[in-house]
């Protein structure tokens, strides 16, 4: 698994939950400090082991479906090559 792609995963998803909680501030009428606060909140409350797990299972299902993918493409030139050449 290529590190850069992990590491911008994480990160994507750590300013997500940033970004979430600064508009559920917004939402429950907190000042700009207040919201600032609760994305602070909720970046260290951000359940990094679990993160990770979740990222290297997503990354690998993904892995996972391109080379099933690419099994269905090659069986499916072996078989139109098969009913060219009889």
Request: hydrophobic share 40%.
């Amino acid at each position: 698994m290529d590190q850069a792609v992990f590491a911008e995963k994480i990160r994507d998803l750590l300013m997500q939950a940033a970004k979430d909680a600064y508009e559920e501030a917004g939402v429950m009428g907190l000042c700009a400090e207040g919201r600032w606060e609760n994305a602070l909140g909720a970046m260290q409350a951000f359940s990094l082991n679990e993160k990770i797990y979740q990222v290297q299972e997503g990354l690998g299902k993904n892995q996972r479906a391109a080379k099933v993918t690419l099994r269905k493409k090659r069986a499916t030139k072996a078989t139109r090559t098969s009913k060219k050449n009889p």
